[in-house]
């Protein structure tokens, strides 16, 4: 922080200072006699990186001090010094004087500064290879009293640590910018949170966000299924005296940084794909539902495969709360517990994590919590080998979920009434499957014998179900042409999203703000106004998360509208068919993607009353939430259209 006692009388002599020299060649540092203006910079000595003055908005004439990969396209800024302050005019200086490194513009502004206690004789201020900018004495090369990686901004570099020191409680923590115009700090942050067994967590505010869990040796439990895990090898430190995580670089020669994004509440791994001229991004955290910190409450699994509340699930032992989360509801005895095993699980939050051993075994660590009536968890600190370590927890468990391909076995404390009940539990389930396989293969049978006379009457039956309901108004809103007009300019072709046999679908803004999507139909279809809303109807019944949701309709003068939810995310083609996008999509993502368009088309094949096939099922009509959560789009299109009276897409699959 400023002190400004001590640097007013600086500018007595600022003056003085001479500017480095702009004809020599770049050059990495500044002495305590030379100035840096707004238009010189510093050079690392690689060539990789660069500090001087930048702007981010050129309306505003804001300057910031900065560092930023010189030989990467585009300014992509990794660390600010004045963030919350930047310069407005063009005389702006940085300098170091009297111990102190100073950021001023006029002759009496200070607007960024860094006071040394130690008494300095011939100061350098030198940014390294590495992008850290570190201010020392001349001669001693590898001792700085002032370092920009101490500091971080919403990025961490290769070799920046994000932790604590413990001795004197000196916090390096990211922090997002508050949009990309704006480098001040935003809400969202990524610390490392100090307690028994430390554990990084994000933020958004003071709530907790986003977590991968305390490190037992690995990240995030075993083999690299993420992406960043193959150009990022990650590195975490404890001792008595500090705790932080760190990575670096696989190959030096691909440029990569951690980055908090504001706008997207997620932390981004990036690197520098040479060939495709572009930052891409490895993994993007939180990314599914499961991932949200304690998204389901104590004491509650998530399901890392589902979303919603079906993917929550109680422990054993425990049943849901009409609050949230999950209560026991045997209480526990004591001496004559046992435990349940559960395999692949991040381990707990371990805000209740109580103690911490790094050389027991398995066995004396159930002895240890088996001993402690309070203790309720216990499992290896340390996943390599055959695991070892001990961390136990008390009270409520949070935070839990099952990882794909990863995670540890995880030991949950029950009453041995429990471990019983489940026994008979199993037995009485067995029963239960034989007989009602039984029932279904007399029922199949049944079936069998009657479908072959049901099947021609099945169609009619439909139409006649459609007939019955052809009074009744579609339950979704009739939006009049002029509001969808105006939502969309006019359907411009600057709101146009997309084209297919169908028709045209456009962005629309709502008045009140909402994002639609509007889709319309051409005019070739020969349906008349009363079969459209009937099949609006039908369609508005067909609900399922996997679905694209039928917001509304238009049914003006020729006009025939759909209006859909909007989805950010665009359609799975976009990911997919494209060299960098297609990295955001790690294996976890894509299995994700594929249950979900499983589900939606089971749903639709099955499980609704309409049986509707889809008939053009294709990357490009997979649209994807903010979550990630493929949403099949397009889906009753067909019985809309009139079956193969449409349009040559159709045509060609009709019959399949
Ligand atoms: C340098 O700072 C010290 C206080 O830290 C102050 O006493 C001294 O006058 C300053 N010198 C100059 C030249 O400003
Ligand atoms: C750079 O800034 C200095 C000091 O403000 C000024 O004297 C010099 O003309 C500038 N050079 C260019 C090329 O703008
Ligand atoms: C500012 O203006 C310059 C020249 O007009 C342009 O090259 C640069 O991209 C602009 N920067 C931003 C952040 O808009
Ligand atoms: C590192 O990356 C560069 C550029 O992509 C590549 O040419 C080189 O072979 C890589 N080195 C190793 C050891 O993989
Ligand atoms: C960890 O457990 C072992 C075996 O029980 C014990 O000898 C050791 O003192 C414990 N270490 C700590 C730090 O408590
Ligand atoms: C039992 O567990 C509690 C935490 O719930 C802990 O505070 C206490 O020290 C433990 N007792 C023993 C004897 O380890």
């Keep these: 922080m400023p002190n400004f006692n001590i640097i007013i009388p600086i500018f007595t002599f600022y003056l003085l200072l001479f500017p480095i020299s702009e004809t020599i060649a770049e050059t990495d540092s500044i002495t305590n006699l030379q100035s840096l203006s707004k238009n010189q910079t510093l050079v ?38 004045n963030r919350e302050n930047p310069a ?17 513009q006029d002759s009496n502004t200070v607007l960024w500064s860094v006071s040394i206690t130690t008494k300095l004789r011939n100061q350098i201020l030198q940014l390294l290879d590495s992008g850290n900018l570190v201010l020392r004495e001349e001669n001693e090369e590898n001792k700085y009293l002032w370092q920009s990686f101490d500091y971080p901004g919403d990025t961490l570099l290769p070799g920046m ?9 000196f916090d390096r923590r990211l922090t997002a910018w508050k949009n990309n115009k704006d480098p001040s700090p935003g809400s969202l942050s990524w610390e490392m949170d100090v307690t028994i067994w430390p554990e990084p967590m994000q933020r958004i505010g003071s709530t907790k966000q986003f977590s991968t869990g305390a490190w037992i040796g690995l990240d995030y439990g075993s083999k690299p299924t993420r992406q960043h895990l193959l150009y990022f090898s990650l590195v975490y430190f404890s001792n008595e005296d500090e705790v932080y995580f760190a990575f670096n670089l696989v190959n030096n020669s691909i440029p990569g940084r951690i980055v908090l994004d504001q706008t997207s509440y997620r932390r981004l791994y990036l690197v520098w794909i040479d060939s495709y001229k572009q930052w891409s991004i490895l993994s993007s955290m939180p ?29 054993r032992g425990f049943r849901p709360n009409r609050d949230g989360g999950c209560l026991r509801h045997n209480p526990l005895n004591c001496e004559s517990d046992g435990f349940v095993k559960y395999v692949k699980m991040k381990v ?109 009457s099945t169609l009619k039956a439909l139409i006649d179900h459609s007939k019955e309901e052809q009074e009744e108004d579609p339950e979704v809103p009739l939006y009049d042409l002029s509001v969808i007009a105006s939502s969309t300019d006019n359907f411009s072709d600057k709101n146009k999203l997309g084209e297919g046999g169908f028709g045209s679908v456009f962005k629309g803004t709502l008045e009140d703000g909402q994002r639609i999507a509007v889709k319309r139909l ?92 889809h008939r053009d099922l294709k990357a490009s009509n997979v649209l994807l939430d903010d979550e990630m959560n493929p949403k099949i789009s397009d889906f009753g299109l067909a019985r809309i259209l009139g079956g193969d009276q449409t349009t040559e897409m159709t045509l060609r699959v009709v019959g399949t």
Aim: charged share 20%; proline share 2%; net charge positive.
């Design 348 to 456: 707990p939050d371990t805000e209740n994590c109580w103690y911490l051993n790094q050389t027991m075994n398995l066995d004396e660590c159930r002895e240890k919590c088996l001993k402690n009536c309070s203790c309720t968890a216990y499992t290896n600190s340390d996943v390599r080998g055959e695991g070892s370590g001990c961390a136990l927890w008390s009270g409520d468990l949070y935070d839990l979920r099952i990882l794909p391909d990863a995670g540890q076995d995880l030991y949950i404390r029950v009453p041995a009434s429990e471990l019983e009940t489940n026994n008979g539990r199993i037995r009485k389930i067995g029963i239960a499957v034989g007989i009602t396989i039984g029932v279904l293969c007399g029922l199949l049978l049944v079936y069998c014998l009657i479908w072959k006379r049901r099947k021609r």
């Design 287 to 315: 990314r599914v539902f499961c991932e949200r910190f304690s998204v389901c409450g104590s004491n509650s699994n998530c399901d890392w495969t589902k979303s919603g509340v079906e993917a929550c699930d109680c422990l």
């Design 522 to 613: 051409s005019t070739g279809s020969g349906q008349g106004i009363k079969e459209f809303k009937n099949e609006i109807t039908l369609i508005a019944k067909l609900q399922h998360r996997n679905l694209v949701k039928l917001q509304g309709y238009c049914i003006e003068n020729k006009e025939k509208i759909l209006i859909y939810e909007y989805m950010p995310n665009k359609s799975l083609d976009f990911f997919i068919f494209d060299q960098t996008q297609r990295m955001v999509l790690d294996w976890p993502t894509r299995i994700s993607i594929i249950c979900g368009i499983a589900r939606g088309l089971l749903y639709l094949h099955q499980d609704s009353k309409l049986t509707v096939i």
């Design 161 to 169: 640590k994000l932790g604590k020191d413990l001795r004197t409680g």
């Design 44 to 81: 690392s000595n690689n060539g990789q990186f660069q500090l001087g003055f930048f702007t981010l908005d050129n309306s505003t004439n804001h300057y910031y001090l900065g560092i930023w990969y010189k030989n990467i396209p585009g300014q992509t800024v990794v660390w600010v010094a």
């Design 88 to 104: 407005t005019k063009p005389n702006s200086l940085l300098f170091i004087s009297n111990n102190t490194l100073v950021l001023s």
